[in-house]
């Protein structure tokens, strides 16, 4: 059984409740704690009990132990929270839920997953490949239960860890047997000041790493390759460098180059942890993908649908509008600093454009400077767009089309998150697959 002995009779604050700091809550509760909880964007929650609900400028600074803080909220840098200002004033440590889980130590291998696209997608495939190997392993951290709750498979078993560039700038107590950065794109910049600063948090993994212990790396990536070779200067070397094969065994339902990439490192991640060709390949058979990832909806003679709603950045978007032809493409919401960034080089297999939300008319200008021969469709949100798109007169052609729902934009502007729009998305589809009769 694990413990935090340390934590007895301390008194520790939590900054944010979201997700993460309930998780925090729930395991603190269970020692001899007193406890402060402040969240800046929601109110007192009934039934908060063992805890003491009040803004952090009232806490007893001087008698803290701990604050544990919610991935987002900014330690340092320009705009930096003020309660981060304060715990530096006072010496105060400031770690996430994720540094709880660790200060328990557990006794199971600890891998570490970063990067900016297909974290998810690589924590569920080694998942799925030691669980059919019958490998006792967790999924923690930015996917999946909050790692300070999940539980320590022992000493024969492993710990995944998806760690965004948040939480590798709050997690002090990081050590892992094995780690990778699978690429590197700007991103979450209204966080981190400037894309250096968010790439240096990233390559806070490979400080993580114990002495010896192997990094994977993403060949293919440019950017990626440039930043480490100021950890390889520093005498750095244990990197296994993958590229993508296309010799090598693909999972049905993953399409795009970038998810040979991911196979082929969630492939050597087992290796290193003992598992031999045959006993991982097998695996790929009946593995299946997360939604809203490359997801297909539907697929005929005439139609392939796919809801990439977690393409929330260009670079994601990207990758998809490389991986499929004759492209209905829909994109839009909440855009990012660069906007439609990268998929504006992309842009030779698509047919027609529907751009909706927030970001419409930028991305519009964005698509026009690098071609105007795309015929652009514009509506406020996604039902109307697709509602257009099942209008269209091309929709019954010979070819086969492709409805690619790949936003490269955030969903805050209409939706709580891009898991309700990408299911409202597949609704709305299959409501006009339905209606039209074309499911045959």
Known sequence: MLSLKNYNNKKIGILGFGKSGRAA?????????????????????????KAIWKHYKDWDWENLYRIIISPGIKIDGDKIHQCATLAKKNNITLIN????????????????ITGTNGKSTLVSLISHILTQNKIKNSI?????????????????????????????????NLKLDLATIINITPDHLDYHDNFDSYVKAK??????????EKLIINNEDKPLKRYLKAYKNNKYNNVIFVESNNNFPKIKNLPGKHNRIITQVAYTFCNL???????????????????????IVFNSK??????????????????????????FWIAGGLSKQDGIGKAAEKLVNIKHVWLIGNSRNL???????VSSKIPINKFNNLHDAIFSIFKHKEIFNKNKITILFSPAAASFDQFKNFEERGNFFKKIVMKHIKEKDLVC
Do not use: C
């Not at 796919?306 to 032809?325: H, M, P, Q």
């Open 203 to 212: 390559m806070n993994i490979i400080k993580s790493l114990k002495k010896k």
């Open 25 to 49: 809550f729930s395991l603190l509760t269970k020692f001899n704690n007193k406890l402060y909880i402040y969240d800046d964007h929601i109110k007192k929650p009934k039934n908060i009990k």
């Open 363 to 369: 991305f519009e200008k964005q698509i026009l400077k």
């Open 273 to 295: 942890l003992g598992l031999n060709d045959k006993d991982i390949k097998k695996t790929f058979k009946n593995f299946q993908p997360l939604p809203h990832r490359l997801e």
């Open 97 to 112: 839920e994720i540094n709880l889980f660790l200060e328990q130590k557990p006794k199971a291998k600890i891998i570490g």
């Open 140 to 172: 923690g951290g930015n996917f999946g239960t909050p790692a300070s709750l999940i539980s320590d498979p022992g000493d024969n078993g492993v710990i995944i860890l998806e760690l965004s560039s948040y939480q590798l700038l709050t997690t002090p």
């Open 302 to 327: 005439k139609f392939l649908i796919i809801n990439d709603s977690k393409a929330t950045n260009g670079e994601s978007t990207a990758v998809a509008l490389e991986s499929f032809k004759n492209i």
